[in-house]
């Protein structure tokens, strides 16, 4: 049955990605809103104090019978540049199956007027000084910027202890807190043998 369902997965994966690099048909349609009371995000600190919103949202699409769980972006770059996590899971629920694989996108956002990403930009990763990771050419959706990642690659950069970054010609740094909400979106989606 594991193998039958690893198959499937893939070939959903392929008709979902239909030969457009990393960004699913459905990722484009589907971006991350933002709060417009949502202070670090241009929004009004002084509106009435609500609870904290969730580091981690779910969205599941009915219609497409898929799940997405997502980051809130967060500035890494000024107020023009934010970043974010998303997984997408075939299905109504938050949680891989035993040796499934998750489609995760890194995702870049820019709020400036004038985008200047409209060309694929190079995606370069520099941890703890010394180590590279190198997303390579990443594909344009609508204001989205989005690369391919592996569990992997998130835990190295969960792991860091300095985060350097350069896309395109924009050089900035993560602070290793900010991106505690990754590893909470891991911890949402980890397969059941991944529990401790």
């Known amino acids: 049955m594991g193998g039958f369902t690893r198959a499937l997965s893939l070939s959903l994966l392929a008709i979902s990605l239909g030969g457009c690099g990393t960004t699913a048909p459905w990722y484009r349609r589907s971006t991350p809103s933002v709060s417009p009371s949502d202070p670090a995000h241009g929004g009004d600190s002084r509106s009435e104090s609500k609870k904290p919103e969730p580091a981690v949202l779910v969205e599941y699409d009915r219609f497409k019978d898929d799940t997405r769980v997502y980051t809130r ?9 934010a970043l974010s996590l998303q997984a997408f899971l075939h299905g109504n629920r938050t949680r ?3 040796h499934e694989t998750p489609l995760l996108l890194l995702g870049f956002s820019s709020r400036s007027e004038d985008w200047q ?3 694929p930009q ?3 990763f520099l941890i703890n000084g010394r180590d590279r990771i190198d997303l390579g050419y990443g594909s344009r959706s609508e204001e989205y910027m989005t690369y391919s990642v592996t569990s992997e690659m998130v835990k190295v950069l969960l ?8 896309l395109g010609t924009t050089e900035f740094m993560i602070a290793p807190p900010q991106l505690s909400p990754f590893r909470e979106l891991l911890g949402m989606i980890r397969a059941p043998e991944d529990s401790s």
């Open 96 to 98: 891989l199956t035993r």
């Open 73 to 81: 972006p967060f500035d890494v770059a000024g107020d023009s540049l």
């Open 159 to 166: 792991s860091a202890t300095a985060v350097e970054a350069r």
């Open 117 to 119: 990403y409209l060309e």
């Open 122 to 124: 190079s995606c370069i």
